[in-house]
């Protein structure tokens, strides 16, 4: 929840500082729970404008990896439906 506020105040550095703290908390745990049901943090990353560094960072490799296999599961569920 609180990641997702972050994604939507228009300070750069805070966003930087959750996409970080995101990196971490992946490597750590693991992108299992949370694959395929959090739509709105899909939303936030695609609209606040931090999915240029997020592709232009390394160092933001895991969220970059559950980005776009977020982006992948939810074309999957789409074209199921």
């Known amino acids: 929840m609180a990641l997702n506020m972050m994604f939507l105040l228009p300070y750069k550095g805070l966003q930087f500082e959750s996409l970080s703290a995101l990196e971490n908390k992946l490597k750590q745990e693991g992108m299992s729970d949370m ?20 592709i232009n960072k390394s160092s933001f490799g895991t969220v970059f990896s559950y980005v776009f296999y977020f982006v992948g599961n939810l074309s999957r569920q789409f074209q199921e439906a």
Request: avoid cysteine; hydrophobic fraction near 50%.
């Open 35 to 54: 694959i395929g049901g959090d739509h709105e943090f899909l939303m936030l990353v695609l609209s606040s404008g931090v999915l240029s560094t997020v």
